[in-house]
């Protein structure tokens, strides 16, 4: 079945540094990926939806210049966290488009703990 | 706008018990909808899906949702719940616009199976 592969599982970095997640899709191409954030206890959030060789499409309310994201081939897309802060510290899950009627696969997420 | 509730935040079923999650959704048009599981940490993994025709859609693990239009709703099942099933679900509508299509989550519910 379709598999994607999000990296890290897990992240700490220091308050004001960098932090890029990757997103791949291992057996299929994706046109489209998408971002979401989860907070605990909480439902997923849509970020941004992804498109390869164009801008990201961002949901209201989310920072474009915070949450940076490059889908540069059919098989990844990445989200850069800059000048993290502690209020950032959240699951960041990614989703890819195989393409059929809403044939999401979700990859398994990554924690991101900001000190 | 399109939303989605799930009214309870937690269930606790006990092995080998029927169990049935709510969902209640909101949209203009005739929804997409689906159930997803996440257990601790991990993505979502897709249970079933609803597009459209028989309003009961079997899906993996056992599973098993009714689409009852008159109620907005969108119910998932099970017979017998296994321990395994311990898991936190999301109910989500599919949102068409003119970026592609995307999902809006509910607020899940988290499964706890006592033996």
């Known amino acids: 079945g379709a598999v994607v592969s999000q990296h890290p599982s897990w992240v700490i970095c220091k308050s004001g540094t960098s932090v890029k997640i990757e997103c791949r899709s291992l057996d299929f191409q994706a046109t489209t990926m998408f971002w979401y954030r989860q907070f605990p206890k909480q439902s997923l959030m849509l970020m941004a939806t992804s498109n390869e060789g164009s801008k990201a499409t961002y949901e209201q309310g989310v920072e474009k210049d915070k949450f940076l994201i490059n889908h540069a081939s059919l098989t990844l897309s990445t989200l850069t966290v800059t000048s993290a802060h502690p209020e950032d510290s959240s699951f960041y899950i990614c989703?890819?488009?195989?393409?059929?009627?809403?044939?999401?696969?979700f990859g398994s997420g990554t924690r991101l703990t900001v000190v | 706008a399109q939303s989605v509730t799930q009214p309870d935040i937690h269930i606790t079923v006990s092995e080998g018990a029927s169990l049935e999650l709510r969902c209640n959704y909101s949209?203009?048009?005739?929804?997409?909808l689906f159930w997803y599981v996440q257990s601790p940490g991990q993505g979502l993994q897709l249970l079933l899906k609803y597009f459209s025709g028989d309003t009961l859609v079997q899906g993996i693990k056992g599973f098993e949702a009714e689409f009852k239009r008159s109620q907005s709703s969108f119910n998932l099942r099970k017979p017998s719940v296994h321990w395994s099933d311990a898991a936190e679900y999301f109910c989500?509508?599919?949102?068409?616009?003119?970026?592609?299509?995307?999902?809006?989550f509910g607020a899940g519910t988290i499964l706890r199976v006592k033996s």
């Open positions: 949209y203009g048009a005739t929804p997409y």
């Open positions: 989500a509508v599919g949102v068409g616009s003119e970026y592609g299509n995307k999902l809006v």
């Open positions: 989703s890819a488009d195989q393409g059929e009627n809403y044939g999401y696969t």
